[in-house]
Antibody, heavy 119, light 112 residues
């Protein structure tokens, strides 16, 4: 059974940094692309970033480009999202998502980590 | 960016009756490999989304056959043949043909 467990969420001031992690299990981690998708309170879904299974290819939404960095540690089956220069509009639940195919569909989602950017 | 527009944004349906949600894209979603990467997801309150349908019409593992997807090019539809109580929540279409990946605004389904 695929399990995705996010951690690292919390309250941070505007301009601050936070690092999210996602512990993956139940599948061969290196064989799949992974993504982060966020959802602001009461709003819809917004794709944030994607990384390929071999970590060679990354993509970002324009809203986070230059501020967020996606990475993965295959030895630990862990996905990360380093978030710098955080803004109030980055406040959201951040979901770790497993991708299937290339291009893809999003077949498994974590429970999410809440990031609140506020002074 | 491929903007996905869902209609309606809200739907109230009697139990056992059908429901239909439309998703229209501002760009064609056919990939260079000939496939169309349009998915449908369902999100219940307080839960993460879950995949229902991928590549227009393929039901994901464990999804009841009352859910069906159709469409081509820029126009797609999710149909529920007989709405059940557990179908309440928000439905999203999503495209993965192009970067950035984009989602529709969501359609909220309630029971009448």
């Amino acid at each position: 059974e695929v399990q995705l467990l996010e951690s690292g969420g919390g309250l941070v001031q505007p301009g601050g940094s936070l690092r999210l992690s996602c512990a993956a299990s139940g599948f061969t981690f290196v064989d799949y692309g992974m993504a982060w998708v966020r959802q602001a309170p009461g709003k819809g879904l917004e794709w944030v970033s994607t990384i390929s299974g071999n970590a060679k290819n990354t993509h970002y939404a324009d809203s986070v480009k230059g501020r967020f960095t996606i990475s993965r540690e295959s030895s630990e089956n862990t996905l990360h999202l380093q978030m710098n220069s955080l803004r109030t509009e980055d406040t959201a639940i951040y979901y770790c998502v497993k991708e299937v195919g290339d291009p893809v569909f999003f077949d498994s989602w974590g429970q999410g980590a809440l990031v609140t950017v506020s002074s | 960016d491929a903007v996905l527009t869902q209609t309606p944004l809200s739907l109230r349906v009697t139990l056992g009756q059908p429901a239909s949600i439309s998703c229209r894209s501002s760009q064609a979603l056919v990939h260079s490999n000939g496939n169309t990467y349009l998915s449908w997801l369902h999100q219940r309150s307080g839960q993460p989304p879950r995949l229902l349908v991928y590549r227009i019409s393929n039901r994901f593992s464990g999804v009841p056959d009352r859910f069906s997807g159709s469409g081509a090019g820029t126009d797609f539809t999710l149909r529920i043949s007989r709405v059940q109580a557990e179908d309440v929540g928000v439905y999203y279409c999503m495209q993965a043909t192009h970067f950035p990946r984009t989602f529709g605004q969501g359609t909220k389904l309630e029971i009448k």
